[in-house]
């Protein structure tokens, strides 16, 4: 009896690590997030916000990335949502995405929701901000998966003598996938991390232009993985057309009857009944 429990055991154990080993397998087979920079980058992005109201505007954006020195464009999508400013400090945007990534064998494209929750408020050349993105990701051959984005920074107008002043920018986003995550990882919830700096220079009251540097930190099964980035951001901004009703005279106001009366007489009778005999015409039917 002893010996057939020692052989019961080693079958028992023997099994538990075939069956580990394809499970670790599988979990080393999982595709990299398409997303992730590889060595020095250079992100390009373009903004078009065009006012619907006083507190609504469509928001349209495109961005394209390159990676290994500049040289590989390996993602580019566009992005739209409307954007609802409930307060003047919060902003709310729901948005679609549509992303491509050429080049991966892979993951060849991502259909992506978010919401954007944006809090900031000024406190002289000072403006502290931050934005949560909650995104659903539908990425092709993975399963779906979640994933929240906190990205606290500040703004600092800068005290130069001009009409338009430069505005240094400096932020940091952390990226939380807290359920299933279908890319490798390193067997954190906490994914990635962003640190970014930058300077926004308007150019015109539509149109800005800022150059920005980014350190891209990810969380990979073999370690943290940090590339540099450099970025150049363009901001359109198409102006609310706003109507102008001129003003009328008094005596244009309301529309007038013109009524022939014997003996070359006319009166005007207004539009709320009133009369005014002050004209005497001549009758046009002789």
């Given at each position: 009896?002893?010996?057939?429990?020692?052989?019961?055991?080693?079958?028992?154990?023997?099994?538990?690590?075939?069956?580990?080993?394809?499970?670790?397998?599988?979990?080393?087979?999982?595709?990299?997030?398409?997303?992730?920079?590889?060595?020095?980058?250079?992100?390009?992005?373009?903004?078009?916000s065009a006012g619907l109201s006083a507190n609504k505007?469509?928001?349209?954006?495109?961005?394209?990335?390159?990676?290994?020195?500049?040289?590989?464009?390996?993602?580019?999508?566009?992005?739209?949502?409307?954007?609802?400013?409930?307060?003047?400090?919060?902003?709310?945007?729901?948005?679609?995405?549509y992303q491509r990534f050429p080049g991966n064998p892979a993951i060849a494209y991502e259909n992506r929701v978010q919401l954007n929750l944006t809090l900031s408020t000024s406190r002289g050349p000072w403006r502290p901000t931050l934005r949560t993105l909650i995104e659903g990701r539908f990425v092709d051959n993975r399963p779906a998966s979640a994933r929240l984005r906190f990205r606290p920074g500040v703004e600092y107008t800068l005290p130069l003598r001009m009409s338009r002043p430069p505005v240094l920018a400096v932020s940091n986003e952390f990226f939380i996938v807290p359920g299933n995550n279908p890319f490798a990882n390193g067997g954190s919830s906490f994914t990635q991390n962003r640190f970014q700096v930058g300077v926004r220079l308007p150019i015109a009251d539509s149109f800005s232009v800022r150059p920005y540097y980014l350190l891209q930190s990810v969380n990979l099964p073999g370690g943290w993985d940090t590339n540099e980035i450099?970025?150049?951001?363009?901001?359109?901004?198409?102006p609310r057309r706003t109507k102008t009703i001129r003003s009328q005279q008094p005596?244009?106001?309301?529309?007038?009857?013109?009524?022939?009366?014997?003996?070359?007489?006319?009166?005007?009778r207004n539009s709320d009944g009133s009369e005014n005999n002050s004209e005497t015409l001549v009758d046009p039917r002789g």
């Open positions: 009896m002893t010996t057939r429990r020692h052989i019961v055991c080693v079958i028992a154990v023997l099994c538990s690590c075939v069956l580990a080993v394809p499970a670790r397998a599988q979990q080393q087979e999982l595709p990299e997030d398409p997303e992730d920079e590889k060595q020095i980058g250079l992100w390009l992005d373009q903004g078009i505007s469509l928001d349209v954006e495109f961005h394209e990335r390159l990676d290994e020195g500049m040289s590989n464009l390996y993602e580019y999508f566009v992005q739209g949502g409307v954007a609802f400013r409930l307060r003047p400090w919060f902003t709310l945007i729901p948005i679609y995405r450099f970025g150049i951001s363009l901001a359109f901004r198409i005596s244009c106001a309301l529309s007038c009857e013109v009524l022939i009366q014997k003996g070359h007489k006319v009166c005007l």
